[in-house]
């Protein structure tokens, strides 16, 4: 069975700085997308960021361009998330997901920011943000 798990999650100022990273274990067969989403309490997941593990293209959320970066080391099967310039809206439990169907290659970029096509999750690590 696939394992995801997320660590680096913690609480920081608003403007403060955290990478998160994520360990796939348990599985031999390919990753075609990862992503890292987030949940708020009283609110639906939403998709963070994703990296196509074929070709390293990224998308990223809109509330977190520029601020946050997505990348993977297919080699130690990591993925990490560097998470910049942090604001309190920022506050949520961040997971890390990954699609092993192929799902996300059937769909636009923008779509696999949708947690639909994800058939493995982790357990998720908070990250709070405080003003």
């Known amino acids: 069975q696939v394992q995801l798990v997320e660590s680096g999650g913690g609480s920081v100022q608003a403007g403060g700085s955290l990478r998160l990273s994520c360990a796939a274990s348990g599985y031999s067969y390919r990753r075609y997308c990862m992503g890292w989403f987030r949940q708020a309490p009283g609110k639906e997941r939403e998709g963070v960021a994703i990296?196509?593990?074929?070709?390293?293209?990224?998308t990223y959320a809109d509330s977190v361009k520029g601020r946050f970066t997505i990348s993977q080391d297919n080699a130690k099967n990591m993925l990490y998330l560097q998470m910049n310039s942090l604001k309190p809206e920022d506050t949520a439990m961040y997971y890390c997901a990954a699609d092993y169907r192929g799902d996300t290659l059937q769909m636009t970029a923008i779509q696999a920011l949708g947690v639909l096509p994800y058939n493995y999750w982790g357990q998720g690590t908070q990250v709070t943000v405080s003003s």
């Open positions: 990296i196509y593990t074929g070709s390293g293209s990224t």
